[in-house]
């Protein structure tokens, strides 16, 4: 049965997608307070299988419905554009929430934590270290995802592999740092709310990056099977704005966190 739409929008099919990923999600959950409490994985790795299976099946009816059916015409992209907008924003404000708890203690230390900050007994990183190579590496991704989307709308496909694929690179480098950061780390999550600020913003800052060094990963993916055009790639442009987000939130974290906080 043919199809005959008179409006631009595009009306999505039924699709299981959103309820494997919402059970997926709960059995993760449960599985790491299990894991937590029994040491049992079994239950966690469950629910990532099902989390990934779900990404990946989800992802590829994404892809087919605006590579392949041409169903994101220009009024949908528009829509996904502020969808994505509107999504960072609300990320900007989850990481507000954890600056506000760094300078709420550190402006203004009270007793327990001895009038002073960084508290007794906390030795915190030097930011000319290993931070400052993190900074580095970030800001360098950040010229090579702005030189891939140039590249990607000249129609230069090698040179918006090659520089995507250096972000991507980029991206793993910097999670490789800051877990021999976290290893060689003098301080815990339970040492006091330095350490609490200290490792809930940076680990949220790490899982983010995760998450776009993945997305990134896919549009690489999508750009060497020819998925994307140069007027037709609102995932990239999805992809390299999240990136850019990451970039902005390490900086205010090595300025305030690493660098004034010490």
């Known amino acids: 049965m043919t199809k005959n739409y008179n409006h631009p929008f595009h009306l999505v099919e039924h699709s299981p997608w959103p309820l494997t990923g919402a059970l997926g999600g709960m059995v993760m959950t449960i599985g790491l307070a299990q894991w937590f409490h029994n040491t049992d994985m ?4 469950m629910g990532t299988i099902i989390i990934f299976m779900t990404m990946f099946q989800w992802w590829r009816d994404v892809t ?3 590579t392949f059916q041409g169903l994101h015409t220009k009024m949908v992209s528009k829509g996904l554009r502020w969808g994505m907008i509107l999504f960072i924003t609300s990320e900007v404000l989850f990481f507000m929430s954890f600056f506000w708890a760094f300078f ?6 009270n007793v327990e934590l001895g009038l002073m900050w960084p508290p007794m007994g906390i030795e915190p990183f030097n930011p000319l270290n290993v931070p400052l190579l993190n900074t580095i590496i970030l800001l ?3 010229v090579t995802i702005t030189w891939a989307h140039h590249t990607l709308m000249e129609a230069n496909e090698s ?4 520089s995507l694929l250096m972000t991507v690179i980029l991206g793993i480098y910097f999670t490789i740092l800051q877990a021999y950061e976290y290893i060689e780390a003098k301080f815990t999550m339970a040492d006091s709310i330095y350490g609490s600020t200290f490792f809930m913003a940076t680990g949220f ?3 983010h990056v ?3 060094t993945t997305f990134l990963l896919i549009c690489l993916t999508r750009q060497m099977n020819k998925h994307f055009s140069s007027y037709h790639h609102l995932g990239f442009e999805a992809a390299a704005w999240y990136w850019h987000f990451v970039d902005v939130v390490w900086l205010f974290l090595y300025v305030s966190i690493y660098w004034w906080g010490n």
Not at 42 to 45: Q, S
Not at 159 to 162: K, L
């Open 42 to 45: 079994t239950l966690m790795m």
């Open 64 to 66: 087919r419905e605006s």
């Open 104 to 109: 709420n203690s550190s402006l203004s230390p």
């Open 140 to 142: 360098s991704s950040g």
């Open 159 to 162: 040179q918006a592999n090659q």
């Open 205 to 207: 800052h790490g899982i």
């Open 210 to 212: 995760i998450i776009g």
